[in-house]
């Protein structure tokens, strides 16, 4: 299933809950402003290759588009349009005062060497500037761009606009960026963890801990709950493959084998398992935060071994997997509530950089914890209200602030 398919799957029923008017409903479900370009780059040998970019503005009825730019072959206008609709429920059930946007080009970047890769970083810029600026649309990192590509954006766009780090998000700090915005994502997975963990029952002391993926957002979580949360992360995985350990693993010891590029199933203090042994670890919370579509009806829902879902990635569970575990007792903290983390902390960057004053970690993580928790509450107590799905209420909760938006500005 498209990303767009996913994003609309949602829409229904939470359109549905809140009575949402027919004409609001094509407003919500079509973008603003779609930017299709061709990104012709110069490659080492001498020859010229085109890529195809997009960038896609879902909504900015609440604020300037927010969304990541990805570098991906798989990159296409289905999934940047769907992506760029989540951002605008996300923003908008974090209360920040954000639209929606995505972008991306359809690039492999591991067959770019570093100086490809900044030439077509600029010449997408370019080609994109005209709809970027602090005040219109603040691109980010996504799946296989960073801070480094964010300073060339940031870079390009200033070259002809002044000096204007408030465009970009996820800069590198000597450059504007936020502290804390590296971790932010894990940190704000963890909180709602931890409100969860208080309303229904399950501590997250000692509790056991499964996530696929340990880059950006499990590596960071991992390293959180064995540290503030004294949870046992008794699994995890990467692209290779996965390691377990019933005791709990010592994640600062596989954080500093992993940095080493080498996978964790070749890790010690622990038992190699399959990328799919994963799926059937007995555990109290199980976490995705490696790719889309990993949790289906062919492959796992039915069999899963956890007491909660909490998805860490970007539409980890398919709509048809979604249902088996709603059927099976198994709540899913979506997505767009649980990794916000990392686009609250970018409103604090671009925030910083308007005021031209830094903030320190800790403001950064009260504030964080202040804003996701909020957003939690608010889920949570129109999930019980109204007897559905937290993700159903929480995509309702957005469009409804998203539809009030459109309609005080006269549409
Ligand atoms: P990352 O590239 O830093 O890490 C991804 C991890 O997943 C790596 O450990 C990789 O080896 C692993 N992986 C890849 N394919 C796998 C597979 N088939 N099986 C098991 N593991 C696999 O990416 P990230 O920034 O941590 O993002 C992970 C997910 O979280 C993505 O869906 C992303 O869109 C989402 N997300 C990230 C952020 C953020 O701030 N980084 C914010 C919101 C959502």
């Given at each position: 299933m498209s990303g767009k398919a996913i994003a609309e799957s949602q829409f229904g029923r939470a359109a549905d809950l809140i009575g949402l008017e027919s004409y609001m409903r094509r407003i919500l479900t079509s973008p603003f402003r779609e930017v299709q370009v061709e990104v012709p780059v110069r490659m080492d040998d001498g020859r010229i290759e085109v890529f195809t970019g997009y960038r896609i503005q879902h909504n900015g009825a609440r604020g300037p588009c927010k969304g990541g730019i990805r570098y991906h072959p798989d990159a296409d206008h289905d999934e940047v349009?769907?992506?760029?609709?989540?951002?605008?429920?996300?923003?908008?059930?974090?209360?920040?005062?954000?639209?929606?946007?995505?972008?991306?080009?359809?690039?492999?970047?591991?067959?770019?060497?570093?100086?490809?890769?900044?030439?077509?970083?600029?010449?997408?810029?370019?080609?994109?500037?005209?709809?970027?600026?602090?005040?219109?649309?603040?691109?980010?990192?996504?799946?296989?761009?960073?801070?480094?590509?964010?300073?060339?954006?940031?870079?390009?766009?200033?070259?002809?606009?002044?000096?204007?780090?408030?465009?970009?998000?996820?800069?590198?700090?000597?450059?504007?960026?936020?502290?804390?915005?590296?971790?932010?994502?894990?940190?704000?997975?963890?909180?709602?963890?931890?409100?969860?963990?208080?309303?229904?029952?399950?501590?997250?002391?000692?509790?056991?801990?499964?996530?696929?993926?340990?880059?950006?957002?499990?590596?960071?979580?991992?390293?959180?709950l064995t540290a503030e949360a004294e949870a046992a992360v008794i699994a995890v995985s990467d692209v290779h493959g996965g390691i377990v350990n019933p005791q709990g693993l010592d994640i600062p010891g596989l954080l500093a084998h992993a940095a080493q590029r080498r996978p964790v199933s070749e890790w010690p203090g622990g038992t190699a398992i399959s990328n799919d042994d994963l799926w059937s670890i007995t555990c109290d919370w199980l976490v995705p935060a490696a790719l889309g579509g990993v949790i289906t009806r062919e492959k796992n829902a039915k069999s899963l071994d956890c007491k909660v879902v909490v998805e860490g990635a970007n539409g980890p569970t398919t709509p048809t997997a979604d249902r088996i575990l709603e059927e099976r007792g198994i709540p899913v903290i979506p997505d767009f509530l649980a990794n916000a983390g990392g686009v609250t902390v970018s409103y604090y960057e671009w925030a910083q950089n308007l005021q031209q004053y830094r903030w320190t970690h800790q403001k950064v993580n009260d504030e964080l914890r202040a804003t996701i928790t909020t957003a939690y509450a608010a889920v949570r107590d129109l999930a019980r209200q109204k007897g559905v799905a937290l993700r159903t209420a929480a995509t309702a909760i957005a469009l409804q602030r998203v539809a009030e938006a459109e309609r005080l500005r006269g549409n």
């Open positions: 349009l769907g992506l760029a609709t989540i951002m605008t429920w996300k923003t908008a059930l974090m209360d920040l005062p954000f639209g929606g946007a995505k972008g991306g080009v359809t690039v492999d970047p591991r067959k770019l060497s570093r100086l490809e890769l900044e030439r077509l970083t600029r010449r997408f810029t370019q080609r994109i500037a005209i709809v970027l600026g602090p005040y219109r649309d603040i691109p980010a990192p996504d799946v296989n761009t960073n801070a480094q590509v964010m300073a060339w954006i940031l870079d390009e766009y200033s070259s002809r606009q002044g000096y204007s780090p408030a465009v970009v998000t996820g800069k590198p700090v000597s450059l504007g960026g936020s502290l804390g915005r590296d971790e932010a994502t894990g940190r704000g997975v963890m909180y709602v963890m931890m409100e969860y963990a208080r309303d229904f029952g399950i501590p997250l002391k000692r509790s056991r801990v499964v996530i696929q993926g340990f880059g950006n957002v499990g590596g960071h979580l991992a390293r959180l």
